[in-house]
């Protein structure tokens, strides 16, 4: 990518909805405890939409702190790419949504399903129309209302999520900047691992679907984690090659907030000291595609990049799928 049109981060924003619900609060509705899910995940709360609140809702209040932080306008955008698994509905696109409630008329715009590795798909996705000179700038999003396809009478999975948005324009930075390299897969043979089985066209929605909890999300935990642990130390190790980097040169380490021993075995990997890991896991829970987003926002905001840092971001989730970044600040 060395030869190609740098492209970076030009403005950020995040959005997390007003309702918190918390370790104590789940052991009223299920039978787990704050012991149980802090030593094993790491979580302490998540955020909640509320009951009007949509997938576009949060990326749209994400979306305008990007846009200022970038000083542009809606009109100015040429492409918005929403990373999401909680669409509003499965058409029109949310990207289209957000596009109509941004005003940002002439925008291309398109959703991404690539769960929590959806954002670093999308950065990449943006990146290519960038270089290759068809657009200017975009606005990407990651967004998600877990809660929506939660089933909160199974312990397994309902301590794990929440809800949240983060979002970034990119554009041209000055040579040197921006991003360095991307590394992108799947392994599609492990998709059952992970899986919402109702309302597509497989399974469309029915009674029986519903009755037999088709439309929550289902899990294999423990295969969902070996995975996890295994991709990110791959993915982390052929980025960092593709960008001629050591483990060493990287400044800061933004990786999926799923689970804090999963993010630990990462930084073990790496060799890496706690202060040049961004860890919200405890505030925010998993949040899938608004998970990368929402920890590298939080970053820029408590000023913990400084110009010319080397910033690592690496994902997996379902698909199964994988995506890792380096990004020179
Ligand atoms: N409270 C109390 N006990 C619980 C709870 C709970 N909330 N949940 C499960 N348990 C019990 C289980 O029933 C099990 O009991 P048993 O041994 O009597 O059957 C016991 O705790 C241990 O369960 P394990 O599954 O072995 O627990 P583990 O240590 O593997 O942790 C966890 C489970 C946290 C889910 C872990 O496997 C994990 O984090 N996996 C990865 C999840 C992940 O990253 N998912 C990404 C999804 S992203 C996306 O694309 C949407």
Avoid at 119 to 132: D, E, M, P
Avoid at 230 to 235: H, N
């Amino acid at each position: 990518m060395k030869n190609l049109r740098p492209v970076g981060i030009i403005g950020t924003g995040k959005y997390v909805p007003e309702k918190i619900l918390t370790n104590s609060d789940l052991e009223k509705i299920v039978e787990t405890n704050d012991e149980w899910i802090v030593s094993r995940t790491g979580i302490r709360e998540r955020h909640i939409a509320a009951p009007d609140e949509a997938t576009s809702d949060l990326a749209y209040e994400a979306s305008i702190r990007a846009l200022a932080s970038a000083g542009l306008k809606p009109e100015e955008l040429d492409l918005i790419i929403v990373a999401t698994i909680t669409p509003d509905t499965i058409f029109p696109s949310t990207a289209c949504v957000l596009q109509d409630k941004l005003g940002a008329k002439g925008a291309a715009a398109f959703d991404l399903s690539a769960a929590c590795s959806g954002f670093v798909y999308s950065l990449a996705t943006a990146v290519g129309f960038i270089q290759n000179g068809m657009y200017n700038n975009a606005l990407i999003i990651g967004a998600d209302t877990l809660s929506r396809i939660t089933d909160y009478t199974d312990r397994n999975t309902c301590v794990l999520f929440g809800d949240g948005a983060g979002a970034v324009v990119i554009g041209e930075v000055p040579k040197g900047r921006g991003f360095q390299s991307f590394d992108l897969g799947a392994e599609g043979a492990g998709g059952p691992l992970l899986k919402l089985e109702g309302g597509g066209s497989r399974l469309p929605a029915t009674v029986e679907t519903v009755e037999g909890k088709k439309h929550f999300i289902y899990m294999n935990g423990r295969e969902v984690f070996k995975f996890a642990v295994r991709v990110m130390g791959a993915a982390t190790e052929k980025v960092l090659g593709k960008a001629g980097l050591a483990k060493e040169d990287i400044d800061l380490f933004i990786p999926h907030q799923a689970n804090i021993r999963i993010i630990q075995s990462a930084m073990q990997r790496l060799d890496l000291p706690p202060e040049k890991c961004v860890i919200n896991v405890d505030k925010y829970a998993n949040t899938s595609a608004a998970s990368i987003p929402l920890a590298l926002v939080e970053a820029a905001e408590e000023g913990r990049m400084k110009e010319g840092d080397t910033v690592l971001m690496v994902g997996f989730g379902g698909g199964l799928t994988w995506g890792a970044s380096i990004l020179v600040w």
